[in-house]
Structures are given as structure tokens and as C-alpha cells.
Nanobody, 126 residues
Framework: QVQLVESGGGLVQAGGSLRLSCAASGRTFSTYRAAWFRQTPGKEREFVATITSTGGSTDYADSVKGRFTISRDNAKNTLWLQMNSLKPEDTAVYYC???????????????????WGQGTQVTVSS
């Protein structure tokens, strides 16, 4: 079992930066692929970025590539999302997620993730 708790959301002006954190409990987090998704009212949860269990490989949605950076420190059981050059369209609730090592399916699909945090609101004003 893994429990995830996000923090770091808030209100920021366009062009600004925020760093989201996701604290994980459980000794197995280091073996899980992790990801960030985001969601706005009435829309499906959207893939943002994912990172392998070791942190050796990352993948980003085209909409955030070059602006966002996902990283993790397994010794601290923590996942981060550094968000730079924020745009109003980045406004959403951001969720961290983790999936078991043998999970199948696209790592960009929210349906393949087993554990979720409660979400943190990010609002970007124009």
C-alpha cells in the first residue's frame, strides 16, 4: 500500500513558477512508476508527466514539455513537479499517482495507476 499527499499548489501569475511535492508513505514507493495528472471541472483527468521507479526515464505531455520537470528522490519517498512559465491553461487540480511494477497499459493513462493523492489546486492568473 502507498499513500500519497500533494502540496505546493497555489495562485500564481502567468509566467511564474510553482513546485509541487508529493510525499509517499510505504517502503515500496521506490519500486513504483509515478506520475502527475491534472483535471479541470467537467473534463477527464489529463496526463502531465511520468517518471520510472529509478528516475532514469521521464515522459511529458506536449503541452508542458520544456516548461515542467518531474523528479523523485526515493530515499525521501518524494515526487516533485517543477512548473515554470506557467500559463492560465495550466490551471487545474494536480494529482500525483503511482502504479505497481508489473502494471500494464500506457503510462500516460490514468486508468493504469493504482494509488492517488487528494490533489492540490494550481491557479494561474493572466
Amino acid at each position: 500500500q502507498v499513500q500519497l499527499v500533494e502540496s505546493g499548489g497555489g495562485l500564481v501569475q502567468a509566467g511564474g513558477s510553482l513546485r509541487l511535492s508529493c510525499a509517499a508513505s510505504g517502503r515500496t514507493f521506490s519500486t513504483y512508476r509515478a506520475a502527475w495528472f491534472r483535471q479541470t471541472p467537467g473534463k477527464e483527468r489529463e496526463f502531465v508527466a511520468t517518471i520510472t521507479s529509478t528516475g532514469g526515464s521521464t515522459d511529458y505531455a506536449d503541452s508542458v514539455k520544456g516548461r515542467f520537470t518531474i523528479s523523485r528522490d526515493n530515499a525521501k519517498n518524494t515526487l516533485w513537479l517543477q512548473m515554470n512559465s506557467l500559463k492560465p491553461e495550466d490551471t487545474a487540480v494536480y494529482y500525483c499517482a503511482a502504479r505497481r511494477p508489473l502494471a500494464t497499459g500506457s503510462s500516460r493513462s490514468h486508468a493504469t495507476y493504482d494509488y492517488w493523492g487528494q490533489g492540490t489546486q494550481v491557479t494561474v492568473s493572466s
